[in-house]
């Protein structure tokens, strides 16, 4: 099966109907996530096929409890330790109601994301370099992370960029317990979502997580 042939299935096992150029987009991404670390070592997964799905629908498969957060409604998404740009890129591709900004303190992983952008033309995608609890920005109603660091470390590098009544997005792979048991006491988990990622046999699930009143 073809790249795109399985990322058609893909698609459709996760109920995320996206236009033909987005597509191409998402395979554009993959192709630069591919050419950039064969000098940079953007990701330790090589195999094309491999990183579609470990990467790429491993990133998409968020995307629909996402949307059911949101509502649908357009909303600015920080991106913590996004490093090849997963899954903020994925996210701003296939949702364009999605303001997505992409933290990295890594500087060759911040500029890739920038050529992304730049490449794909993605007006609603930007990249910073730096550390997260230096970032100079307006508050984020969303903040979200992929295999970044453990829940504490998460929540309290990044609060005070969460936006009164925002929510933390923590994209897992088994249920953290461990993790959950050493969240600050001001800060609960409201949900814990199990995902389904296709052609992955892996347990995948996202922490969500608020500010207590």
């Not at 591919?34 to 094309?48: F, G, I």
């Not at 790429?56 to 968020?62: N, Q, V």
Request: proline fraction near 7%; glycine fraction near 6%.
């Amino acid at each position: 099966m073809s790249l795109a042939a399985e990322l058609c299935a893909g698609l459709r096992a996760l109920d995320l109907p996206l236009s033909a150029a987005q597509q191409g987009q998402l395979l554009e991404h993959l192709t630069l996530l591919a050419k950039w670390s064969k000098v940079y070592n953007l990701t330790a997964v090589r195999e094309p096929a491999s990183m579609l799905r470990l990467h790429l629908l491993d990133s998409l498969a968020a995307l629909p409890a996402l949307r059911r957060h949101t509502g649908g409604a357009t909303t600015r998404v920080l991106d913590v330790g996004s490093g090849g740009g997963l899954p903020g890129v994925a996210f701003a591709i296939a949702a364009p109601e999605l303001s997505v900004t992409c933290v990295d303190t890594v500087e060759k992983k911040a500029r890739f994301i920038a050529q992304v952008a730049t490449e794909l033309a993605l007006p609603n995608l930007r990249a910073e370099h730096a550390r997260v609890e230096q970032l100079q920005a307006p508050p984020f109603p969303l903040i979200c992370c992929r295999a970044f660091a453990a829940l504490p470390d998460f929540v309290n590098w990044t609060r005070a960029l969460l936006a009164p009544g925002g929510a933390w997005m923590a994209l897992k792979g088994q249920y953290p317990a461990d993790e959950i048991a050493a969240l600050p006491a001001d800060v609960e988990v409201f949900h814990v979502e199990q995902l389904q990622v296709p052609g992955v046999d892996a347990q995948r699930c996202i922490v969500w997580m608020r500010a207590k009143p």
